[in-house]
């Protein structure tokens, strides 16, 4: 099993030296707080200081965030008044922890580090047999996807986010189902949408439970597997309310929260107002299937051969309705957001300019890439996935991304690392080969976001991003 050990440890430190270096090259180009850091920092900065009562109305997540690098700075605060001899040093320990470029290299370096070692430890957990070097690249891999490696070093949410849902997930495949309650409340309080990814870690581990030897069998065998898991939740409902008590509350607290908030989002509700964008999941798919081509779009893959394998009657007689639903989805269920017109520093702006947003015909055009991805998607993690699992995952992925009217990339991540890190993993070559295309990706959004800045009609410096 591909469990601790060196290489666990030789992976965290390679992402952590990578996010050491973009982190470098940020703090010497991008000094000031940019994007959405704008508001993110100066709130963790009067956490910083203990005033808890100070919040920013457009502010959309709850404060894990700020609390937790927050909590270093107060640290070093309550220091100095048991050690008034040292005060000043304190202080400026204080305020570099506070500054931007303290909180980004902690967002970075700690979330980053832990993204990295949490994917290692939860393939060695999922694929009992997959040996040190094929987790090693897998996991680099993960952590070096484009939209995850970029934001991850930004004062951001992303990060954070996604070290909680694989610390989440890790515990319960560790058994340590309570802890895992806890870090889903964790992540929760990092950002909202990560209730949906707690219910997923919870409903993987309930199925384990109940269903422990409970394996792939294809999608056909969903009625069989839903009533096993059923029996079982029923014959060992005590043990599993003890277990997953905490997560269960978590789900129920949060259904307060939004029924007493009228929303899931904190603060800027009328910009976040949730809207049915089914188009959204679609773009999910195919992206994230993208971003693992050398596997998906293989003419020698599993999926392909499973098509190739079968008569065309039945090829065409699963694929027709399903492409029929899936133009249909984008012809009705396409928004875009103000903010994606408005913001021309974002990819998305000309994603949209420059092609979804041409025409429909633009967009229906993409219906038989969209049923591809999602085909070869669902396949390959149905090969070591029991159904109700695929189902879940699925399910999480369309009710995260198919409920934001805002065309935006970074919702797609944790989907990503979840469905990489279940399905069975890549071969050494492609996990080389993705390590390889990934980390080129990012040579080259970096180079870009700092050295090729652009100026606005208010003669501000904007710079291009996800």
Not at 118 to 130: M, N, R, T
Request: glycine letters at 6%.
């Amino acid at each position: 099993m591909a469990r601790g050990g060196w290489s666990g440890g030789l992976l965290t430190g390679v992402v952590v030296v990578m996010h050491a270096v973009v982190w470098f090259w940020r703090s010497r180009v991008v000094t000031e707080p940019y994007m959405d850091e704008v508001f993110h920092i100066p709130q963790t900065q009067e956490y910083c200081q203990g005033r808890f009562d100070q919040w920013d109305d457009k502010i959309t997540t709850f404060p894990g965030l700020y609390l937790v690098m927050a909590v270093p700075s107060l640290v070093v605060r309550w220091a100095s008044t048991v050690f008034p001899s040292s005060s000043p040093v304190h202080a400026s320990l204080g305020f570099l922890l506070c500054s931007v470029k303290g909180l980004r290299l902690c967002n970075g370096l700690v979330f980053g580090g832990l993204s990295a070692l949490l994917s290692f430890e939860i393939l060695g957990e999922v694929h009992p047999g997959i040996s040190s070097e094929d987790a090693f690249l897998n996991a680099l891999a993960i952590n070096l996807f484009p939209v995850y490696f970029f934001s991850a070093d930004l004062y951001y949410t992303d990060a954070g986010s996604l070290a909680l849902v694989l610390l989440a997930l890790l515990l319960a495949l560790r058994r340590r189902h309570r802890a895992s309650g806890v870090a889903a409340v964790g992540a929760v309080l990092f950002r909202q949408t990560n209730v949906v990814w707690a219910a997923f870690v919870l409903a993987y581990d309930l199925h384990s439970q109940v269903n422990p030897k409970g394996r792939s069998g294809g999608l056909l065998g969903l009625p069989r597997d839903l009533g096993r898991v059923l029996r079982g939740a029923w014959v060992h409902r005590a043990r599993l309310a003890r277990n997953n008590w905490i997560t269960v509350a978590l789900m129920a607290a949060f259904a307060a929260f939004v029924a007493k908030n009228g929303g899931v989002v904190v603060g800027d509700r009328d910009a976040h107002k949730p809207k049915l964008h089914l188009a959204q999941f679609l773009y999910c798919c195919t992206a994230v299937a993208g971003a693992h081509f050398l596997v998906h779009f293989d003419p020698r893959s599993p999926f392909v051969r499973a098509l190739s394998g079968a008569s065309k009657a039945r090829v065409l007689l699963i694929a027709a309705p399903l492409l029929a639903a899936f133009c249909l989805v984008i012809r009705r269920y396409t928004l875009v957001h103000p903010y994606t017109l408005a913001d021309n520093r974002h990819y998305t702006f000309y994603v949209w300019k420059n092609y979804l947003g041409r025409s429909e015909v633009h967009r229906v055009a993409l219906a038989p890439l969209h049923l591809f991805s999602a085909g070869s998607l669902v396949h390959r993690l149905a090969r070591t996935q029991p159904p109700l699992v695929v189902l879940a995952a699925f399910a999480c992925a369309a009710a995260t991304t198919a409920l934001a009217e805002l065309l935006e990339f970074r919702y797609y991540i944790t989907f990503y690392a979840i469905h990489s890190l279940l399905s069975e993993p890549m071969s050494r070559t492609k996990a080389a080969g993705t390590c390889a295309a990934f980390l080129a990706a990012n040579v080259a959004l970096e180079a870009v976001f700092l050295f090729r800045p652009f100026t606005w009609p208010d003669g501000s410096v904007a710079r291009f991003m996800w």
